[in-house]
T-cell receptor, first 112, second 113 residues
């Protein structure tokens, strides 16, 4: 069965520091991969997606993610975190049947 | 272009009562989905409509949940009777018929007391 693992439940990063959120997936074929963000009291916003091609994808708000097939990973990165980035981040895989499987989420805290 | 809209944004009901959540997908999107996140757990798929037809309802937890999409436009998700464990956030989402990108609404936050 398809699954997504986000091993870090909480991460605290200082404002201005770099960020990497980990995501590993389990899926037999080439997956469609997504990162969504949920800010406090808000809905799910699509940050970026990977379907094929260049394995480094750029998203909104200065985020990027790199697909590594050999590691079954799709880690999210940002070079310099802003206080407004504090939110919960979800990695998800579309199994090709128009159904998303989500990870458990990583809550990002940004310290001054 | 309007995004996926959901109503109500928040609802507090007593155990045993009925709640109906509404979702308006992005205009032109044939695919409509319901997901939910309960008790801080992962977001889980409930069901998928293609136009007015249920394509996949494998995630519906039990027969207290009824989803409809009459006319292939907006959808409703009814919980009757509501139980405490139904508390959580119910997300609606939609996608184009030829697209693999799914866009979510702001969610309907349900609290059953």
């Amino acid at each position: 069965a398809q699954s997504v693992t986000q091993p870090d439940i909480h991460i605290t990063v200082s404002e201005g520091a770099s960020l990497e959120l980990r995501c590993n997936y389990s899926y037999g074929a080439t997956p469609y991969l997504f990162w969504y963000v949920q800010s406090p009291g808000q809905g799910l916003q699509l940050l970026l997606k990977y379907f094929s091609g260049d394995t480094l994808v750029q998203g909104i708000k200065g985020f990027e993610a790199e697909f590594k097939r050999s590691q079954s990973s799709f880690n999210l990165r940002k070079p310099s975190v802003h206080w407004s980035d504090a939110a919960e981040y979800f990695c998800a895989v579309n199994t090709g049947f128009q159904k998303l499987v989500f990870g458990t989420g990583t809550r990002l805290l940004v310290s001054p | 272009e309007a995004g996926v809209t959901q109503f109500p944004s928040h609802s507090v009901i007593e155990k045993g009562q009925t709640v109906t959540l509404r979702c308006d997908p992005i205009s032109g999107h044939d695919n409509l989905y319901w997901y939910r996140r309960v008790m801080g757990k992962e977001i889980k798929f409930l069901l998928h409509f293609v136009k007015e037809s249920k394509q996949d309802e494998s995630g519906m937890p039990n027969n207290r949940f009824l989803a409809e999409r009459t006319g292939g436009t907006y959808s409703t998700l009814k919980v009757q009777p509501a139980e405490l464990e139904d508390s959580g956030v119910y997300f609606c989402a939609s996608s184009h018929s030829s697209g693999n990108t799914i866009y979510f609404g702001e969610g309907s936050w349900l609290t059953v007391v």
